[in-house]
Nanobody, 114 residues
Framework: VQLVESGGGLVQSGGSLRLSCVAS????????MGWYRQAPGKQRELVAT???????NYVDSVKGRFTISRDNLQNTVFLQMNDLKPEDSAVYYC?????????WGQGTQVTVSS
């Protein structure tokens, strides 16, 4: 199984980024997908998830600003991030869960300058 993230970078406060994660070697349409993030000195935290039925879930701090979505034909999960804040700066990790087996991407850095 391979999860490859892209789309991170440096953006000013209030800006937007769109993260993508392409999955291979997994039954993507039957997998629970998500994004986590980890800032320096902090624990990894859940950002957003999207189930096979496209039901989504978000951590309170990103509600109304971030949108998670999935394209089962392209085996890709997206995270649209708007109105970014400096506290959103972190390494963002793609996550997949298929029949209780968990998989992680290598991460992509997001840095928001004030």
């Amino acid at each position: 199984v391979q999860l490859v993230e892209s789309g991170g970078g440096l953006v000013q406060s209030g800006g937007s980024l769109r993260l993508s994660c392409v999955a291979s070697g997994i039954r993507f349409s039957f997998s629970y997908m998500g994004w986590y993030r980890q800032a320096p000195g902090k624990q990894r935290e859940l950002v957003a998830t999207v189930a096979t039925g496209r039901i989504t879930n978000y951590v309170d701090s990103v509600k109304g600003r971030f949108t998670i979505s999935r394209d089962n034909l392209q085996n890709t999960v997206f995270l649209q991030m708007n109105d970014l804040k400096p506290e959103d700066s972190a390494v963002y990790y793609c996550y997949a869960n298929f029949q209780r087996d968990e998989y992680w991407g290598q991460g992509t850095q997001v840095t928001v300058s004030s």
